[in-house]
């Protein structure tokens, strides 16, 4: 039983971590947007000619970043990725500690291009369940879409499957405001979205629709997302302010909210918070209001290291008293060379504000990617 | 007037009473603690519990069908005496067989799933 405890911890806190933007990497390496080192228009995912370049030379200043360390050129049209994580976990949870090593991510993607028109999918394995089915059947598509991105990126509109555009679009799907909105781990849904990017500026819509997803992981009732991002500064910083709404199972969802990012070069620091307000309603009980939050600082200097402190805090319905959720972390994370990262991270989390009923987690990670 | 909203607002914010129908139970605790990819989803089924939408939840939990309200409750809820039904034992309990694994939930919330119980387990 302590075996299956185990497993069902470490796919809790890590399984299939999902391959998205890191947003530290936005402002502090003169990037204000994710899709200059993205092929996606919101970032995450296959990263493009330059954001590779980058990895070797902004990010780790060794290494090659091209597919393959530069052993194959594959043609324009035709690009090629993928994400390998391995994770060595310790953990102390209800008067047990626990301790294990797993493969954490296996996803490999693949895009499709002619002019602006581009067919873009991931394959993986999709997780390292407590009691596996055989590989064959848990190989699968967590995102798959076509995308219309006009030559100078300034409006895009894409179908398929993938997550809505909304908050900070952190790496970590066990992050508070990934996880309790709907953004958690295999929970991308089939929707259709577009976007329209200016110079200061970006606006995000997508429409959730409630066509089944293999598997079924979360909700996927029909539903909409919108997200405002305006840069500050000289491209230092930015605001977004965001929506998002759901339909699931007779309840309905909503999140209102916003992020905020501010890099101070002279420092080296990244601050970035998101904050919203959730109203649900379910027919026939009064409405539920929400909240979950995420801040964290991120100091960079410089190339190869960089070392965060982020806390987390949700509350499922603010009429119960005690009941919310808080954790803290520090993240490290070192990329010796392109394509290599090697990152910790320690969490202790709490329920109703009492140290016993959370969890201290210890993990390292090991990633590799194509 | 604003300000006798503002203290409205607050007082309905701190009250410890919730619903205690089980769209209630489902939508704020079972969804947010435990049907993770990994864990009570169609895609893991741990344990052959399946929460991953609510009326799945329900036949899992109680082992009769929203439809046959006729049949008997059973499985993990026990209407009767809740503190001494299955979930409420894996809950409470302390170490690592508890639930969820990864730390348990907040009293408040055992006591509505123990309420819905007490209210007669229904599918409402």
Redesign the interface.
Known sequence: MRLVALAVALVLVAAHGTAAAYPEFQFSTGTARCSACHYSPVGGGLINDYGRDEAATTISGAGDGRFLHGAVEPPAWFALGGDIRVATLGKRVREGTEAAVFPMQVDLYARLARGGLSANATVGVLEAIREPAPLSERIGSREHYVLYEAEAKTWYARAGRFYPTFGLRLPDHTAYVRRFTGLHSLEESYAISGGLVRDRWEVHATLVTPLEVHPRVGRHGWGAAVQLERLTGEETGSWAIQAKTQQNDGALETWFGGTWKRWLESSDLLFAVEANAGITRIDGIPLIGRAVAYGTVHYRPGKRWGIALGAHYFDADLRLVDNDRVAAETRFAWFPRAHFEISALVRGSTVARELGRGDLLGMLQLHYYL | MKRALVIAMLA????????V?F??V????I??SC?????H????R?GAVDL???ASAYRSLTGRACDDLAAPIGGYVDDADPPNSILSGLLRR?????M??????????IE?IEAWMRSGAAC?
């Open positions: 309905a914010a701190c009250v410890d009473e919730a619903p129908q769209s209630y489902y939508n704020s605790i969804v947010t049907t993770t990819s990994a864990c989803s169609s895609l893991s741990a991953h939408d609510e302390s170490g690592p067989t508890g969820p694994p990864n730390g348990r939930l907040a009293d408040s919330e509505r409402d």
